[in-house]
């Protein structure tokens, strides 16, 4: 069982709609993270949240915006999403935020955009 | 240069072969390296780290660094069709990892 756990697992959603994907680690890490994945391509950095600082990939359009209410939470917003933003977005938990250690993902939450 | 370089595969190998992945990286300031599993559709599983030049093992699995030839791999010996996943490259960057595009093995029984 994942410690770190995302919801919901799939979203359909559409152009105008407002979603949030919500993520929770239970393991008293000090940095969670957003990724984004789409097909046969790695993972890439969205997001950081790392002792109470957050910090963005700037090449992250404003469409995407995460909220962190406390160390253990971890919600990504979307708004106006477009169809090539469907993919494979992946939370993840590491101890130290510093150093770029060990990555604990949750299992992930499949979005598409219609 | 991409950061970290892996071959995308397929790596093809029968049932009860060794399986040799490989990464090389361009970043000589890293120190910890990792490598990930993920199945299709799911979300990387750790499988090793390794901080230190040389070998290091875990049940059937090695990982081997040399960091004067910026160069890591995994052997999986005794290869099980339940190996047959993507393995990513990943080392320590500045608040995050840097994986590499990974490496699809396909283990045929």
């Known amino acids: 069982d994942t410690e770190v756990t995302q919801t919901p697992k799939h979203l359909v959603m559409g152009m105008t709609n407002k979603k949030s994907l919500k993520c929770e680690q239970h393991?008293?890490?000090?940095?969670m993270y957003w990724y984004k994945q789409k097909a046969k391509k790695p993972p890439e950095l969205m997001f950081v949240?790392?002792?109470?600082?957050?910090?963005i990939n700037e090449s992250v359009p404003s469409r995407f915006s995460p909220e962190c209410p406390n160390s253990s939470l971890l919600n990504l917003h979307l708004h106006a999403l477009q169809p090539e933003d469907s993919a494979l977005y992946l939370c993840?938990?590491?101890?130290?935020?510093?150093?770029?250690?060990?990555?604990?993902f949750g299992e992930g939450s499949r979005l598409t955009v219609l | 240069q991409k950061e970290v370089e892996q071959n995308s595969g397929p790596l093809s190998v029968p049932e009860g072969a060794i399986a040799s992945l490989n990464c090389t990286y361009s970043d000589r300031g890293s120190q910890s390296f990792f490598w990930y599993r993920q199945y299709s559709g799911k979300s990387p599983e750790l499988i090793m780290f390794?901080?230190?030049?040389g070998d290091k093992e875990d049940g059937r699995f090695t990982a081997q660094l040399n960091k004067a030839s910026q160069y890591v791999s995994l052997l999986i010996r005794d290869s099980q069709p339940s190996d047959s996943a993507t393995y990513l490259c990943a080392h320590d960057g500045f608040q995050k990892l840097v994986f590499g595009t990974g490496t699809r093995l396909l283990v045929s029984p």
């Open positions: 390794i901080y230190s030049n």
């Open positions: 993840a938990s590491s101890q130290d935020g510093q150093a770029g250690g060990e990555l604990f």
């Open positions: 949240y790392s002792y109470e600082k957050l910090s």
């Open positions: 393991m008293g890490h000090r940095a």
